[in-house]
C-alpha cells in the first residue's frame, strides 16, 4: 500500500532536514535522546543530564526503546497518547516516522518529528523545542488528517515521557478555595495516579497541572535527581503516571478527553497544549529555578520587567465602591509610597447597579457611585503620581443584568433544563466557542482602554465553573467540543488584547488562585495566589505555588491585622515580610492603619523597591519547609550574578522554650563575602548585622536569628563586597 504523509509537510524556509537513527535534542545541561529510521517506529531512548551522543546511552544500556507517541490499537496493552476512531470503524494506529525537520533560534531549537499512519491518510507531527540556557523543553503534537469523512479523537495526549525502574515519589499542589496550592508528596506506588481537572473554567483552584517527580528516592530541596513538568493549558487537563509492577513509570500529560472527544474534519489540523518538562540534580530547587528562568524569558507577559507595588481596594472596601472612597484610598497609598491603584468590584452596572448578584455583565459605570466616571480617577491617580487598575470579570453575566436579558443564546446552558447558576445564585458563564461572544469579551477591554487609554492594569477575574454543560453555538454534532472551545476562545482573546495593548499589565484571577498556569501567563503578568490573604497561611501556599512559578509572577498583598478569611491577627512586620517574597501589594483600607503601622508601611514599600530587582528576577532557593513541621520557614533569592542575596525567615508556631534551628543559606559565591544587613525591621535584633562573612561559611556553617517572639519574622540583605 502506497505510504501517505506528504500532507504534513511543513514549508518553514529556516527548517533543514536531517535524517539519523538518533536525535539528540540538548539544553545547556540536558538532553533528550529519540532514535528511529524512515519507516519505522519512533523510539524514546533517554532523558537526563546532557549526553554527546547516543552511544553513551546504548553503551551503558540504559536504552529504553519505548514508543515515543504510544498510540492504540495494535498495542492495546499499555496506554496510549492517541486514540482515534476512523470513519470505516477502525480503531488503530501505526504510526511511523517520515523525516525530521529541525531549525534553531536565538535561544531555543525545534524539532519536528512527522510521523504517519501505514495504512489510513493520518499523521501527527511531534514537536519538541529545546530552550538551552533553562534547560526546559517543550513537547505537543499537531494531529491530521485527508480521510474522506471525520476521524473522531478520543486521546490526544501533548506529550510521553517514560522513566525507567525506581523508588519515585510524586510532588504536586492540591486544594480548593482559601487553600490553593497546597504541596503534596507521594511515593508512586504500582496502579495509575492521575491528576485532573473538570472545572471547565479555572484549572488550578483544586490542584494545579503541574508536578515533579523525585527519581529514587524522597522530594529534596537542593539535592537529588528531580523531573519537573507543567501543562501550558487553561482548561480541563489530565496528568497520568502509570507505574507496572516493575516500578517503571510512564507519564501521560494533556488535555483531559473526558467528555471531550473531538471531531477532526479533513485537513483540520489539531494542535494540543505544550507539555513543558525539565531535568535536573540539585533537587526540587533545581527544577523550580528552571521552570522560573524559562518562565520570565518565555511564559510569563513582560516577565523581564519588574512589577509595580499596588494597593487593591477589594478588601478595603468590598462592593462599597464610591469616588470620594477610591479618591481617599489613592491619596493615603501615595503617601506609603506605592505605585499602583486598582479599583475592584462594584463600580458598574446602570439599570442593575453591581451587587453579589446583579449587574455582572453590564460594563457601564454606575453614575450614582462614580457621577465623575473612570476618566476622573484615572486623572486622580496619576495627579498622586499612580498608575490606575480596573477589575474586570467579562466571560461571566448575572441573571439579572442587561446583557442577559438581550443575549439568554449567549451562556453555556442546556435548553431542556434550568440552569445552575453560581455566585449570588445569579453567575452564569458565557460560551466563548461563541465567535459573537468573544467579541463581546474583546470589547469589554477595548471599551475601556479606548476611552481611559491610561488605565495600566486589569485584574481579569472568574468565579465560577463551567456547569450546564452545553452551547447554543456549537452544532450537535459538536457539543462535546465545548471544553476545548471554550479556552481556544478565551486564547484568540486574549491574543488580540495583547496584541492591541501590549504594555497593559493583567492579572489572572479566578476565585483566587483557580488560573496559574502557563497556558494563560503568556497573556497575563501575573496571578493572584489565593482569596485568603492570611500571612501565615499564605507562607504555605507561596511556598507551594514557587516550586513551578517565578516570584514577580505571584501577587502577595498585606492585609488588614485581623485577617478577614481567618481572623487571625498578626503584626504587620509579619506580614510585609511574607508579602515582601512575592509582588508585594496591599489588600486593606489604608485610612484604618494606625500612625505607627502607616509608618511601617512606608518604610518596608521603601526597602521593597530596593530589592524587588532581586526578589523578582533573582534565582530562589527554598531552605526551610513549612511543611516539615519544624515551626519555621526560610528561604532566599539570589542575584544571578551572585553578588546580591534576600533572606526570609518565619517563626510558625510559638512555644515557650521552643528550639531556633540554624539557618544555612544557599545559592551564594563561596568564594566571595557578604555584608549583611536587617532590613524591614522595627528594631535591628540580627547578631550579624553589618557584619561581612564568606558566601561559604553562611552555606556551610549558617547563622543564628533571634526568633523567640510570637509571629517572628526577619528579612537579611546581602551583598557581595568588592
Same mark, same amino acid.
Given at each position: 500500500?502506497?505510504?501517505?504523509?506528504?500532507?504534513?509537510?511543513?514549508?518553514?524556509?529556516?527548517?533543514?532536514?536531517?535524517?539519523?537513527?538518533?536525535?539528540?535534542?540538548?539544553?545547556?545541561?540536558?538532553?533528550?535522546?529519540?532514535?528511529?529510521?524512515?519507516?519505522?517506529?519512533?523510539?524514546? =531512548?533517554?532523558?537526563?543530564?546532557?549526553?554527546?551522543?547516543?552511544?553513551?546511552?546504548?553503551?551503558? $544500556?540504559?536504552?529504553?526503546?519505548?514508543?515515543?507517541?504510544?498510540?492504540?490499537?495494535?498495542?492495546?496493552?499499555?496506554?496510549?497518547?492517541?486514540?482515534?476512531?476512523?470513519?470505516?470503524?477502525?480503531?488503530?494506529?501505526?504510526?511511523?516516522?517520515?523525516?525530521?525537520?529541525?531549525?534553531?533560534?536565538?535561544?531555543?531549537?525545534?524539532?519536528?518529528?512527522?510521523?504517519?499512519?501505514?495504512?489510513?491518510?493520518?499523521?501527527?507531527?511531534?514537536?519538541?523545542?529545546?530552550?538551552? #540556557?533553562?534547560?526546559?523543553?517543550?513537547?505537543?503534537?499537531?494531529?491530521?488528517?485527508?480521510?474522506?469523512?471525520?476521524?473522531?479523537?478520543?486521546?490526544? +495526549?501533548?506529550?510521553?515521557?517514560?522513566?525507567?525502574? %525506581?523508588?519515585?515519589?510524586?510532588?504536586?499542589?492540591?486544594?480548593?478555595?482559601?487553600?490553593?496550592?497546597?504541596?503534596?508528596?507521594?511515593?508512586?506506588?504500582?496502579?495509575?495516579?492521575?491528576?485532573?481537572?473538570?472545572?471547565?473554567?479555572?484549572?488550578? =483552584?483544586?490542584?494545579?497541572?503541574?508536578?515533579?517527580?523525585?527519581?529514587?528516592?524522597?522530594?529534596? $530541596?537542593?539535592?537529588?535527581?528531580?523531573?519537573?513538568?507543567?501543562?501550558?493549558?487553561?482548561?480541563?487537563?489530565?496528568?497520568?503516571? @502509570?507505574? !507496572?509492577?516493575?516500578?517503571?513509570?510512564?507519564?501521560?500529560?494533556?488535555?483531559? $478527553?473526558?467528555?471531550?472527544?473531538?471531531?477532526?474534519?479533513?485537513?483540520?489540523?489539531?494542535?494540543?497544549?505544550?507539555?513543558?518538562?525539565?531535568?535536573?540534580?540539585?533537587?526540587?530547587?533545581?527544577?523550580?529555578?528552571?521552570?522560573?528562568?524559562?518562565?520570565?524569558?518565555?511564559?510569563?507577559?513582560?516577565?523581564?520587567?519588574?512589577?509595580?507595588?499596588?494597593?487593591?481596594?477589594?478588601?478595603?472596601?468590598?462592593?462599597?465602591?464610591?469616588?470620594?472612597?477610591?479618591?481617599?484610598?489613592?491619596?493615603? /497609598?501615595?503617601?506609603?509610597?506605592?505605585?499602583?491603584?486598582?479599583?475592584?468590584?462594584?463600580?458598574? %452596572?446602570?439599570?442593575?447597579?453591581?451587587?453579589?448578584?446583579?449587574?455582572?455583565? !453590564?460594563?457601564?459605570?454606575?453614575?450614582?457611585?462614580?457621577?465623575?466616571?473612570?476618566?476622573?480617577?484615572?486623572?486622580?491617580?496619576?495627579?498622586?503620581?499612580?498608575?490606575?487598575?480596573?477589575?474586570?470579570?467579562?466571560?461571566?453575566?448575572? !441573571?439579572?443584568?442587561?446583557?442577559?436579558?438581550?443575549?439568554?443564546?449567549?451562556?453555556?446552558?442546556?435548553?431542556?433544563?434550568?440552569?445552575?447558576?453560581?455566585?449570588? @445564585?445569579?453567575?452564569?458563564?458565557?460560551?466563548?466557542?461563541?465567535?459573537?461572544?468573544?467579541?463581546?469579551?474583546?470589547?469589554?477591554?477595548?471599551?475601556?482602554?479606548?476611552?481611559?487609554?491610561?488605565?495600566?492594569?486589569?485584574?481579569?477575574?472568574?468565579?465560577?465553573?463551567?456547569?450546564?454543560? %452545553?452551547?447554543?453555538?456549537?452544532?450537535?454534532?459538536?457539543?462535546?467540543?465545548?471544553?476545548?472551545?471554550?479556552?481556544?476562545?478565551?486564547?484568540?482573546?486574549?491574543?488580540?488584547?495583547?496584541?492591541?495593548?501590549?504594555?497593559?499589565?493583567?492579572? &489572572?484571577?479566578?476565585?483566587?488562585?483557580?488560573?496559574?498556569?502557563?497556558?494563560?501567563?503568556?497573556?497575563?503578568?501575573?496571578?493572584?495566589?489565593?482569596?485568603?490573604?492570611? &500571612?501565615?497561611?499564605?507562607?504555605?501556599?507561596?511556598?507551594?505555588?514557587?516550586?513551578?512559578?517565578?516570584?514577580?509572577?505571584?501577587?502577595?498583598?498585606?492585609?488588614?491585622?485581623?485577617?478577614?478569611?481567618?481572623?487571625? #491577627?498578626?503584626?504587620?512586620?509579619?506580614? /510585609?515580610?511574607?508579602?515582601?517574597?512575592?509582588?508585594?501589594?496591599?489588600?486593606?483600607?489604608?485610612?484604618?492603619?494606625?500612625? $505607627?503601622?502607616?509608618?511601617?508601611?512606608?518604610?518596608?514599600?521603601?526597602?521593597?523597591?530596593?530589592?524587588?530587582?532581586?526578589?523578582?528576577? %533573582?534565582?530562589?532557593?527554598?531552605?526551610?519547609?513549612?511543611?516539615?513541621?519544624?515551626?519555621? +520557614?526560610?528561604?532566599?533569592?539570589?542575584?544571578?550574578?551572585?553578588?546580591?542575596?534576600?533572606?526570609? #525567615?518565619?517563626?510558625?508556631?510559638?512555644?515557650?522554650?521552643?528550639?531556633?534551628?540554624?539557618?544555612?543559606?544557599?545559592?551564594?559565591? +563561596?568564594?566571595?563575602?557578604?555584608?549583611?544587613?536587617?532590613?524591614?525591621?522595627?528594631?535591628?535584633?540580627?547578631?550579624?548585622?553589618?557584619?561581612?562573612?564568606?558566601?561559604?561559611?553562611?552555606?556551610?556553617?549558617?547563622?543564628?536569628?533571634?526568633? @523567640?517572639?510570637?509571629?517572628?519574622?526577619?528579612?537579611?540583605?546581602?551583598?557581595?563586597?568588592?
Amino acid at each position: 500500500m502506497k505510504r501517505f504523509f506528504s500532507f504534513l509537510c511543513i514549508s518553514w524556509a529556516a527548517f533543514s532536514t536531517v535524517m539519523a537513527d538518533d536525535y539528540l535534542i540538548s539544553t545547556s545541561r540536558t538532553s533528550l535522546l529519540l532514535s528511529g529510521n524512515r519507516g519505522e517506529k519512533l523510539l524514546f =531512548q533517554y532523558y537526563g543530564g546532557r549526553i554527546g551522543s547516543g552511544q553513551e546511552v546504548y553503551n551503558s $544500556e540504559t536504552g529504553m526503546n519505548l514508543p515515543v507517541y504510544p498510540e492504540f490499537g495494535i498495542d492495546c496493552v499499555d496506554e496510549p497518547a492517541i486514540q482515534v476512531t476512523h470513519a470505516d470503524g477502525n480503531m488503530s494506529l501505526d504510526l511511523l516516522l517520515d523525516r525530521v525537520e529541525k531549525s534553531s533560534g536565538e535561544d531555543s531549537d525545534t524539532w519536528t518529528f512527522v510521523l504517519y499512519d501505514s495504512v489510513y491518510p493520518f499523521g501527527v507531527n511531534l514537536c519538541y523545542r529545546a530552550y538551552r #540556557a533553562s534547560d526546559v523543553i517543550e513537547t505537543w503534537a499537531e494531529i491530521s488528517h485527508q480521510e474522506k469523512k471525520p476521524v473522531t479523537l478520543f486521546r490526544f +495526549a501533548s506529550g510521553y515521557i517514560p522513566v525507567r525502574y %525506581g523508588e519515585h515519589w510524586l510532588s504536586h499542589l492540591s486544594g480548593d478555595w482559601a487553600r490553593e496550592s497546597w504541596l503534596s508528596e507521594e511515593r508512586l506506588l504500582p496502579g495509575m495516579k492521575v491528576i485532573k481537572n473538570k472545572d471547565g473554567v479555572r484549572n488550578a =483552584q483544586m490542584a494545579n497541572p503541574s508536578f515533579m517527580l523525585s527519581i529514587g528516592g524522597r522530594p529534596e $530541596e537542593n539535592t537529588g535527581t528531580v523531573l519537573g513538568g507543567t501543562l501550558a493549558w487553561s482548561g480541563n487537563y489530565a496528568l497520568k503516571f @502509570d507505574i !507496572d509492577y516493575s516500578r517503571h513509570t510512564r507519564i501521560l500529560a494533556g488535555i483531559n $478527553e473526558e467528555a471531550s472527544q473531538y471531531t477532526l474534519m479533513p485537513k483540520e489540523r489539531f494542535v494540543t497544549p505544550e507539555l513543558a518538562f525539565t531535568y535536573s540534580t540539585e533537587g526540587k530547587g533545581g527544577v523550580s529555578r528552571n521552570f522560573h528562568r524559562w518562565a520570565r524569558s518565555h511564559k510569563l507577559a513582560h516577565g523581564a520587567q519588574l512589577r509595580d507595588i499596588l494597593l487593591n481596594s477589594w478588601e478595603g472596601v468590598y462592593f462599597d465602591v464610591n469616588q470620594p472612597v477610591m479618591e481617599r484610598m489613592m491619596q493615603d /497609598f501615595a503617601a506609603l509610597g506605592g505605585e499602583l491603584f486598582v479599583m475592584d468590584d462594584g463600580w458598574f %452596572g446602570e439599570k442593575y447597579p453591581r451587587s453579589n448578584s446583579v449587574g455582572l455583565g !453590564d460594563w457601564v459605570v454606575c453614575k450614582e457611585r462614580l457621577p465623575d466616571g473612570i476618566a476622573s480617577l484615572v486623572r486622580s491617580a496619576g495627579a498622586n503620581g499612580l498608575k490606575f487598575g480596573i477589575w474586570i470579570e467579562p466571560e461571566m453575566a448575572d !441573571d439579572k443584568s442587561e446583557l442577559f436579558e438581550k443575549h439568554p443564546d449567549w451562556v453555556i446552558g442546556q435548553k431542556t433544563r434550568t440552569l445552575k447558576k453560581g455566585r449570588g @445564585d445569579a453567575q452564569v458563564v458565557l460560551d466563548l466557542s461563541n465567535p459573537k461572544v468573544q467579541d463581546f469579551v474583546f470589547g469589554v477591554v477595548d471599551g475601556l482602554m479606548t476611552e481611559n487609554p491610561d488605565i495600566a492594569y486589569i485584574k481579569w477575574d472568574a468565579n465560577m465553573t463551567l456547569v450546564n454543560y %452545553g452551547s447554543n453555538y456549537l452544532p450537535a454534532d459538536r457539543q462535546s467540543h465545548l471544553y476545548i472551545d471554550y479556552h481556544r476562545g478565551l486564547l484568540d482573546v486574549l491574543r488580540r488584547i495583547q496584541q492591541k495593548y501590549p504594555d497593559l499589565q493583567m492579572q &489572572a484571577c479566578a476565585s483566587g488562585g483557580g488560573r496559574a498556569n502557563y497556558g494563560l501567563l503568556p497573556y497575563f503578568t501575573e496571578f493572584w495566589v489565593s482569596d485568603n490573604t492570611d &500571612a501565615l497561611q499564605r507562607i504555605y501556599m507561596q511556598w507551594g505555588i514557587s516550586h513551578f512559578f517565578p516570584a514577580n509572577a505571584m501577587a502577595s498583598h498585606v492585609s488588614a491585622g485581623r485577617n478577614h478569611q481567618t481572623g487571625r #491577627a498578626t503584626p504587620i512586620k509579619f506580614r /510585609f515580610d511574607v508579602a515582601m517574597s512575592g509582588r508585594l501589594g496591599m489588600e486593606m483600607q489604608p485610612k484604618d492603619m494606625t500612625e $505607627e503601622e502607616a509608618a511601617f508601611a512606608r518604610k518596608a514599600i521603601a526597602v521593597y523597591k530596593e530589592i524587588r530587582p532581586v526578589v523578582q528576577q %533573582g534565582d530562589l532557593y527554598r531552605l526551610f519547609s513549612p511543611y516539615d513541621g519544624k515551626g519555621f +520557614a526560610s528561604l532566599m533569592y539570589v542575584a544571578p550574578d551572585k553578588g546580591e542575596g534576600v533572606f526570609f #525567615a518565619y517563626k510558625l508556631e510559638h512555644f515557650y522554650g521552643q528550639p531556633v534551628p540554624r539557618f544555612r543559606l544557599a545559592g551564594l559565591d +563561596a568564594g566571595k563575602r557578604y555584608r549583611l544587613e536587617e532590613i524591614n525591621q522595627t528594631e535591628t535584633r540580627l547578631p550579624q548585622h553589618g557584619k561581612t562573612v564568606s558566601g561559604r561559611y553562611l552555606m556551610e556553617e549558617g547563622i543564628d536569628i533571634p526568633m @523567640d517572639a510570637e509571629y517572628a519574622s526577619m528579612v537579611i540583605r546581602l551583598t557581595a563586597e568588592e
